[in-house]
Each structure stands twice: as C-alpha cells, then as structure tokens.
C-alpha cells in the first residue's frame, strides 16, 4: 500500500489510475484494476446507450466491491451524443467517482457534485487545471504531451507540466502520459504528483478485451511509433502509428486540407474495428508514447503490484545509497 491525498480520498490502495478508454474500458478489465487496489473507469460512451452503461455498472459490481468509476468525455464529435442522459445513468446507478474531460464541463461537474459525485477532470495545461478547480472539482488529471489521446496544443511535457501544476493547485493531482512502470511513478510523486494515471500500459494487460494483434504491436512499438494528428485543426490527438495515422497526417499537410478530406479514416467505427478485430490498417487505435517502456503483457494485478514494489525499491535502494554516498562524501 501506497499510501497519498489521491488514495486516502478516494479509499483506493495504491496511487495508480486507468483513465477512461474508448472501447476499451468494459467491466472485465475496470474490475480488475479495481481488485488490484488501484482506480479504474467504464468509458460512459463505449456503451451504445445509457441503458448498456448502466448495465455495464451492475456488471462490475458483479466482479468488485471496491471503488471504480465511469469516463464521461466531451469532445466535438460528427454526431454528439446525449451526454445529459448518460450522466443521469451514471448519478442512478449511484456511482460515487466520476472522470470528466473536454469542453466547457460546467454542467456536468455542478450536476454530479449535487449528487454526491467526486469529479476528476483531466486536462492539459495549468490554465484549465486551474479553472476546473474553480468549478468544484476533487483531483485533477493532468495530460503531458507524452499521452495518448488529445494533449492539447502547448506540447509541454510531463517533467515541466506535473511540477509546474503541483506549484499553484490545492487539490489532489494524478500525472497522465508516458508512464508504464516504478520509475515513473516515483518520479511523478517527486515532482508533486499524488499518483499517476496509466492508459498504454494497460492496454498490455491480459484481462484487457482488445485483440491481441493490437497487444504485440504495442509490445514491438518503441517510443517513437506514433502520429499527431489534427494538429493543423487545433486538436491534436496521439495515436499509434500505422498506415492510417500515417495517411491522415500526409493528407492533412496539404496546405488546403480540411476535416472532411480525413473524416473517412479517422471514423470511431474503424477503430473500434482495429481494436475488437485486430486489423491494424483498418482505423486507428490510441497509445502514447510509454509504448518504449512495455515489454510485456501481464495481468493487472501483477503490473499493479510491480509498479508499486518498484517505487518502493528505488526509494528504498538506490535513491536512498545515493544520498547516502553523498553524505558521506561531504562529511
């Protein structure tokens, strides 16, 4: 047990996170993250209707009773879905903890908090962090440019970004993108973190339901093995590089180029394809840059027990002997 703000508030074990994953966050794999004394989130719009969401709770308190939540992101979409419905799923279904992210959160944050919610918002600058605490929130994500998914258009990355929000927030905050293992995890605490939040890593786990075409190519990816696209839409997003992302980025380099000329590829549909079916060059599939940390695929119980114990060694050994060496040098 590592004991932080994030874990005494929340009445997790250990200060580790798997944030909401399109097609990715289903009952199987929140459980288990949950069993293993870490906090783990249902993505609110895998589910086709509030009506499978609130389903998809009942199914992960079939397999847990300890503390997990649910992802509801608001991002601009081709065709918006019925946010307002889904977060009263949620509030019935008594869920306790809730993962915001996107645009304008206001009205999702203030209609949780009246019933009872605690609100995690993630984001990726300061500035939003900041505003979001102004709105009520409880602990903040905070995405550095190493992330899978939207890191914002600032490209700071976490070893600026994680201090630099620590300095001027009050409330609890996990450190999101490029982490995978003890290392990370330790070093996110020094610099002011209260735990980290993980999404490459556990896309390698074995209760995760992705095809496993997607696993090997996360294990044989290095760090440099992804795409940022949007970028010239103002919306960056990070994902594993394949022959889609790498056509929709030669596509939108095009000075004249629009959302429209790219629509087709970067469809939800195709990556739920590559995800559930395994075909790589079907759409894209979202993962950072800690694909360079994963070597392995274990179960979530082992990864989260081994990132802990590799913290504690670290701090316990050789972080420790350093210090020691130094004091005996100035003595």
Not at 66 to 78: E, S
Not at 194 to 211: P, V
Not at 264 to 276: C, D, F, K, N, S
């Amino acid at each position: 047990m590592l004991r932080t703000r994030f874990t005494q508030a929340f009445g997790i074990d250990h200060p580790i996170v798997m944030g909401g994953m399109q097609w990715v966050g289903r009952a199987p794999l929140v459980a288990a993250v949950a069993n293993a004394g870490a906090l783990g989130f249902l993505t609110a719009l895998t589910q086709s209707s509030p009506e499978d969401l609130a389903r998809e709770i009942g199914r992960v308190r079939d397999l847990t009773d300890k503390p997990f939540g649910v992802n509801l992101t608001i991002l601009p979409t081709m065709r918006p879905p019925p946010y307002q419905e889904y977060r009263r799923a949620i509030i019935e279904s008594g869920v306790t903890i809730v993962e915001t992210a996107g645009h304008r959160p206001q009205e999702h944050v203030d209609d949780l908090k009246a019933a009872g919610v605690r609100v995690i918002h993630k984001c990726t600058a300061v500035r939003h962090a900041l505003v979001a605490e102004r709105m009520g929130v409880d602990a903040i994500s905070i995405d550095g440019f190493e992330c899978a998914g939207h890191p914002g258009e600032d490209d700071i990355p976490g070893l600026v970004l994680i201090p630099a929000a620590a300095d001027k927030l009050k409330i609890p905050m996990i450190a999101s993108g490029g982490f995978a293992d003890g290392r990370g995890l330790l070093a996110a605490l020094a610099l002011g973190a209260d735990g980290i939040n993980m999404g490459t890593r556990f896309l390698a786990t074995r209760e995760c339901a992705i095809h496993e075409n997607v696993k090997q190519k996360i294990l044989a990816s290095d760090e440099r093995d992804t795409n940022l696209i949007f970028r010239k839409l103002k919306n960056t997003a990070r994902v594993g590089r394949n022959p889609v992302s790498d056509e929709v980025v030669a596509i939108l380099s095009r000075p004249d180029a629009t959302f429209e000329d790219v629509a087709h590829l970067v469809a939800g549909q195709r990556g739920r394809a590559v995800m559930e079916q395994g075909d790589l060059t079907a759409g894209l599939y979202w993962a950072g840059q800690a694909q360079g940390l994963i070597h392995d695929i274990p179960s979530v119980g082992e990864l989260v027990t081994r990132i802990v114990g590799e913290a504690r060694s670290l701090l316990e050994g050789r972080l420790a002997g350093l210090f020691g060496a130094a004091s005996g040098v100035a003595s």
